[in-house]
């Protein structure tokens, strides 16, 4: 008797089978043996150690109800994918999962997973779960984990720590209807393009629960600057395009980075119930870096029910930075709560709109029923 056990996510269904035909793997070579041999409903299950030499593989496709599951034997002792210029790509995989897998030490991306350049039929249905990727890149454009064409996915309970300089930690391309939740990004302010970054024509993403802790430059970058050939789906001739559209960034914890959002080239994006502590710079940045033919400016974002605590020494443009090019009239901002630590008197920020019902110079710490990540349920 087979039994099923489904994930709801966002409208999405994700099924994991408890029985199914489970395959104990070692090393690197009974690793690609038994990826060569799995069938849907089959489970990897990797022992401890190192596994070397970067791994590549094609047409991974398991079945609605049935996936191909890849994870560590013990999550407490997980293998390791090191020692290559990529730990592992997965090319047009369908309802696929891996679990509590370790990436670290790759000079390109972490874990890459691609349409293969066939956006209808690429990849899709696809479950990140506990995986730890950490010291990604050689200083220059690199991905912790790399999602081009991917739809219908989940990214959940990962860390990521470290990736490269001009690079994100969860980089998407064309991607749609995914959810990334319960993540902890970790790197720094100065380099890292950004935490979580969603460009190339993606859409319906949601962003929840994460925490980012000095993630890039830009923590999330909703949109971005993409080449029309990497959009997912294909862009017709004509418009309107945009980089991103119908993005959700809700219920996160920010600490630090330059700027903690950045609506770049985005139609339609809502930031709402996260709690931001410290800004390097600015809380929002509205910006247009895909200045393209039919490509519409930076438009329809909504910022609202935020906590915001900001030093005034860190603190331009009243907190918010607008570039040429764009909508910033089309921006709402309400029910946020701005809170500046040395100047209390000093907390309105400078909006592109007025904003309905703000809160200014309270200190949050001191006040209940306030909005922020701990208000926000999914």
Not at 82 to 103: I, N, Q
């Amino acid at each position: 008797m087979r039994h099923a056990l489904h994930l709801l996510v966002g409208g999405l269904v994700f099924g994991s089978v408890a029985v199914a035909a489970e395959i104990a793997v070692r090393n690197a070579a009974e690793f690609r043996a038994a990826v060569a041999a799995a069938k849907p409903g089959t489970r990897l299950l990797l022992a401890p150690g190192n596994y070397e030499g970067g791994f590549f593989f094609a047409n991974l496709r398991g079945e609605e109800g049935n996936p191909i599951v890849i994870a560590a034997a013990d999550p407490a002792h997980p293998p390791v994918f090191t020692k290559a210029k990529e730990g592992l790509h997965l090319s047009r995989p369908e309802f696929v999962e891996l679990h509590s897998l370790v990436f670290a030490g790759l000079p390109s991306n972490g874990l890459n997973i691609d349409d293969g350049g066939k956006y209808d039929q690429g990849a899709h249905h696809i479950v990140l779960r506990g995986l730890r990727v950490r010291d990604i890149g050689a200083g220059g454009n690199q991905d912790g984990i790399k999602l081009s064409g991917l739809t219908d996915f989940l990214v959940a309970d990962c860390t990521v720590e470290r990736w490269g300089g001009g690079g994100s930690a969860i980089d998407m391309v064309g991607c749609h209807r995914g959810v990334i939740e319960g993540c902890t990004f970790r790197h720094g302010d100065a380099t890292g393009s950004s935490g979580v970054q969603c460009k190339g024509g993606s859409s319906v993403i949601a962003i929840r629960c994460n925490r980012f802790e000095h993630a890039g430059q830009r923590a999330v970058n909703i949109g971005g600057s993409t080449g029309r050939e990497f959009f997912r789906p294909p862009l017709a001739r004509a418009g309107p395009h945009a980089e991103a559209r119908d993005i959700r960034v809700e219920g996160n914890t920010f600490i630090g980075s330059m700027s903690p959002i950045g609506f770049v080239g985005v139609d339609g994006a809502v930031v709402r119930f996260n709690t931001f502590e410290r800004p390097g710079r600015w809380i929002v940045r509205i910006l247009q870096e895909n200045r393209t033919a039919g490509f519409v400016p930076s438009r329809r974002g909504e910022f609202a029910d935020n906590v915001v605590i900001f030093d005034s020494a860190n603190w331009a443009e009243g907190g918010v930075n607008i570039g040429p090019q764009t909508a910033p009239d089309t921006f709402t901002f309400a029910r946020n709560w701005w809170y500046c630590t040395d100047r209390p008197d000093h907390s309105t920020p400078r909006l592109p709109t007025p904003e309905k019902d703000g809160v200014y110079g309270r200190n949050p710490a001191a006040a209940k029923g306030i909005a922020g990540a701990e208000a926000w349920k999914p």
